[in-house]
């Protein structure tokens, strides 16, 4: 079991930046890759990245590519996203998730958002 609560949201303006964090519970954190999703008002939840048990892999929506950078650090138990050159159409609910297996697209455990408010 991994439970996840995720911090960082606010408000910015656009071109800002703002970093999320994602605090897990549990000793096998480090056994799971991690993803950033986020789903705006009126719109389908959708990927915006992952990264692998290890760190050594990651991927990126197109949409967030060269803006956003995913990161972890195992000893902490936590996720990053690191939002950069921020846009109001990147204005959403973030939600961190943990799967089991990489790349896979499956995501065992969900945290419960943070809101994230882009203003233009």
């Known amino acids: 079991q991994v439970q996840l609560v995720e911090s960082g949201g606010g408000l910015v303006q656009a071109g800002g930046s703002l970093r999320l964090s994602c605090a897990a519970s549990g000793r096998t954190f480090s056994s799971y890759a991690m993803g950033w999703f986020r789903q705006a008002p009126g719109k389908e939840r959708e990927f915006v990245a992952a990264?692998?048990?290890?760190?050594?892999?990651?991927y990126y929506a197109d949409s967030v590519k060269g803006r956003f950078t995913i990161s972890r650090d195992n000893a902490k138990n936590t996720v990053y996203l690191q939002m950069n050159s921020l846009k109001p159409e990147d204005t959403a609910v973030y939600y961190c998730a943990a799967a089991r297996i990489y790349g896979l697209g499956e995501y065992d455990y969900w945290g419960q958002g943070t809101q994230v408010t882009v203003s233009s």
């Open positions: 990264i692998s048990w290890s760190g050594g892999s990651t």
